[in-house]
């Protein structure tokens, strides 16, 4: 199978056989990674080594927390107003799309918020980059990759205001200057392991933001201080996360994940490109290594050309429910052959039709 979902998504072979042996027996413990403690040793060097790859594979500095959380993406869209955001203040956000969209309606429960930029004017097809944060923001936030509309930023905006960013869907992709981030998060099926982690990544010097009163579970301060085993963490979803990042270290790291991720898109977006039967609307400068949107110019063929992906197996394609049209998404794990096996296939399918 060549797997384009856009998620949960494609993992790593070794990773996914890693992780059937840990289901049967973990570490060679006579145990399986689903029936010890997470107060164990054996769970807390899962916890502490994986917390120490993304700071590494990131190049944090020693302001830098990182948290392994529940309650995915969406969660973070009401963490981060209840923790950052008083009800009189400002957040400035960004609506590039369905998920800063929800991120928005999630932060106006808990303070104001300025929209200073949208690219709502253009069905979300480009980033709107020119913009100012006004001094009274308390934070910045913007989706780094905008999954469902296919666009994302390859230059970040310098503001002296914090900037929150959603990573879910390119998350450890590429290299970046991450110290220039106050807090990121990632929900982590899509590019870092199973669904059912949140990775938070938090400057410390940001908190305490707010004088409300936070539920305990919802503190990020609390799970600092109990690193992040605050509750019981997604124990499984944690172990499978730390073993890709250990392929993605074992692999070079962020340099050749980028590398990779370049190749794959460019030769993709190539081929859309040239092949008049297909078009993508987003807008060159912005258009994401990750998750590519693009349509039929004859939409009557769309169904055609998903049945011959599927004799071919190729799966998810398709593009998001309210979207339609088609999207690839190219994630880490997605080898180079998948993405010249589709972008043949696309060559022989405008031939024929
Ligand atoms: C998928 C996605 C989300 C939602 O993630 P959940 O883990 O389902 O809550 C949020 N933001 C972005 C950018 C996404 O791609």
Known sequence: ????????????????????????????????????????????????????????????????????????????????????????????????????????KEASVFGHVNVVASSKDKNYTYLNKNFTVPQDCTYLHLTSNNTVEGTQWHQFPTTNTPIVADMSSDIFSREINFNLFSLIYAGAQKNMGAAGVTLVVINKNILPKTNRNIPAIMNYQNHIDAGSLLNTPP??????????????????????????????????????????????????????????????????????????????????????RTMGGLRISMYNALPLESVVAITDLMKDFANKN
């Open 235 to 320: 124990v499984f979803a944690v172990y499978v996360t730390l073993l890709t990042l250990r392929w993605i270290k074992k692999e070079g790291g962020l340099a050749i994940m980028q590398k990779r991720a370049e190749q794959k898109s460019s030769l993709l977006y190539q081929t859309i490109d040239e092949l008049p039967i297909f078009h993508c609307p987003i807008q060159k400068e912005d258009r994401s290594n990750m998750n590519a949107v693009f349509y039929m110019q004859d939409e009557n063929l769309q169904n055609l050309f998903l049945n011959v992906c599927k004799e071919n197996g190729m799966i998810g394609v398709k593009g998001y």
């Open 1 to 104: 199978m060549h797997n384009f979902n856009s998620g949960p998504s494609i993992l790593p072979q070794e990773v996914l056989a890693q992780t059937a042996n840990a289901v049967i027996d973990f570490n060679n413990i006579g145990l399986s990674i689903l029936e010890i403690g997470h107060r164990t040793n054996w769970f807390v060097d899962v916890m502490e080594e994986a917390r120490a790859l993304v700071k590494e594979l990131m190049q944090l500095n020693e302001h830098y927390e990182v948290l392994f959380l529940h309650g995915g993406a969406t969660t973070q869209f009401m963490q981060v107003p209840m923790n950052l955001l008083d009800n009189n203040a400002t957040a400035a956000y960004c609506d590039n799309g369905v998920w800063g969209s929800k991120a928005i």
